[in-house]
């Protein structure tokens, strides 16, 4: 997912990654939780971009060197651990991300999503409901592939 925030800081023209790189990242990956639940909750990728685009803008032409992490980032990158532990996860997945952009509560990621009307409550809420409906997915998609020996 960081290196997708990467690309889209780089087609941006920035040289770091900030909030909302990050925001373009989760959403991008259609296959993960994050990107689901911002889809549940009525948010495209192509309605993230055009926010992000008229708030930051974009920079001279698109960047190949090195993108740096912004402070900002690395915060809710922090936040997102925190929320791994508070689901009891042993993995950083798109849907920790979101919710810890939310928790950073600045920034263009959470002033975008705040425009959109996403709450953390909102979006903890939907995770929680995405996660068990894949969880139930899961088990049954197993349980059928299984055949009697």
Do not use: W
Not at 77 to 96: C, K, P, Q
Not at 122 to 141: S, Y
Request: aromatic share 4%; net charge neutral; hydrophobic share 40%.
């Amino acid at each position: 997912m960081l290196m997708r925030a990467q690309e889209e800081a780089r087609r941006l023209g920035h040289s770091y990654i900030d909030t909302e790189h990050i925001l373009l990242g989760v959403i991008a990956d259609e296959a993960g939780i994050g990107a689901k639940v911002l889809t549940n909750l009525g948010v495209s990728l192509n309605k993230v971009q055009a926010a992000v685009e008229f708030v930051v803008g974009k920079g001279g032409k698109q960047t190949s060197g090195e993108v740096s992490l912004a402070p900002r980032a690395k915060r809710i990158i922090e936040l997102a651990v925190d929320e791994a532990r508070r689901f009891n996860s042993n993995y950083i997945g798109t849907e920790h991300l979101l919710l810890g952009l939310l928790r950073g509560s600045e920034g263009v990621a959470s002033n975008v999503l705040e425009s959109f009307g996403i709450t953390l409550e909102q979006a903890r809420d939907e995770v929680n409901r995405v996660m068990r409906h894949e969880a139930i997915h899961a088990r049954t998609t197993r349980s059928a592939t299984r055949t009697p020996t």
